[in-house]
């Protein structure tokens, strides 16, 4: 697993790193704070191993920082120091870490402590993949969406990017319940979910269930030519999996009306501006008929 180690000197860096590496860990390093706070940001690591006294910006002051980022702070801060006080370590755990390992450094504690942090960890990572999940089409929920769009919209404002939304709905879904049984409609449910995952052919795109019948894609770096391109893919693999609608006055097959937006962010615009924009376009898309796509210019 991926271990920080932020402390001024470097002949501690090195004995902890050797601890580490031979434990099968991969180690990055920094000797200030704000070099601290720049690599977590960059590497994600699973564990923070932080020394107290620094100057300039100490260890209580950078983990103040990390828990402040929505991004960072659910990294386990474990704090090194010399210090022995109470006081030291009860303010260190109010401000979020999880432990303190005391200087000089006894090679057994280290590698305990960094290795019941890390299977917390892991547990801990397990349960939130879990819960972002949809339990019934095993694609993201809309929790897991709501967190994906701030850290997209943010990182789309610091590169100068498009970020476009795509929502999918399937058309005349209550009448196919009503048709078929619900049995058929999870089912239908779970064949619409994986042909859209599988439509999105990039890396970095993102697909989740967002509510009943509704779902919403994420599209990195797509300005508008892109996302009417991406949309009409999505619509026509749907249309192509000829999942029969008996109820549908539209098709025989269950199709999909699809809404999408594309916006360059800025600090002074909100997320939620995308998603309102391309939730006004699948109600274009479905008053004008369904089976079709509409995408805001």
Not at 46 to 53: G, K, N, Q, S
Not at 89 to 100: H, I, N, Q, S
Not at 179 to 191: E, K
């Amino acid at each position: 697993m991926r271990i920080l180690i932020v402390d001024d000197v470097p002949d501690n860096i090195r004995v902890l790193s050797r601890m580490l590496v031979d434990d099968g860990h991969q180690v990055s390093a920094a000797t200030n704070g704000r070099a601290a706070l720049k690599l977590a940001a960059s590497c994600a690591p699973d564990l923070i191993l932080l020394d107290v006294m620094m100057p300039e910006m100490d260890g209580y002051q950078v983990c103040a920082a990390l828990k402040a980022d929505p991004l960072l702070r659910s990294i386990p801060v474990i704090f090194i120091t010399a210090l022995s006080d109470a006081e030291d370590e009860t303010r260190g755990l109010a401000l979020g870490a999880v432990d303190y390992i005391a200087k000089p450094f006894k090679e057994a504690i280290v590698r305990l402590r960094v290795r019941t942090h890390l299977e917390l960890k892991r547990q801990r990572d397990i349960l939130s993949q879990l819960s972002h999940l949809d339990g019934l089409t095993g694609i993201p929920n809309r929790r897991a969406f709501d967190e994906r769009l701030d850290r997209e919209w943010r990182r789309a404002v610091r590169a100068g990017e498009h970020l476009a939304a795509a929502m999918v709905d399937i058309d005349h879904f209550k009448e196919y319940n009503d048709a078929h049984g619900h049995l058929a409609g999870d089912d239908c449910l779970r064949r619409v979910a994986e042909a859209l995952a599988a439509g999105l052919e990039r890396a970095g795109d993102f697909i989740a269930r967002y509510g009943g019948e509704e779902f919403i894609c994420l599209l990195n770096g797509v300005d508008d030519q892109g996302t009417a391109v991406v949309a009409e893919r999505l619509r026509a693999d749907i249309e192509s999996l000829q999942l029969p609608h008996g109820a549908s006055p539209v098709s025989p097959w269950v199709t999909v009306s699809v809404g999408a937006a594309s916006r360059r962010p800025t600090h002074e615009t909100a997320p939620s501006e995308v998603v309102a924009a391309a939730d006004l376009q699948l109600f274009t898309a479905k008053r004008l008929g369904r089976n079709r796509i509409s995408v805001a210019l």
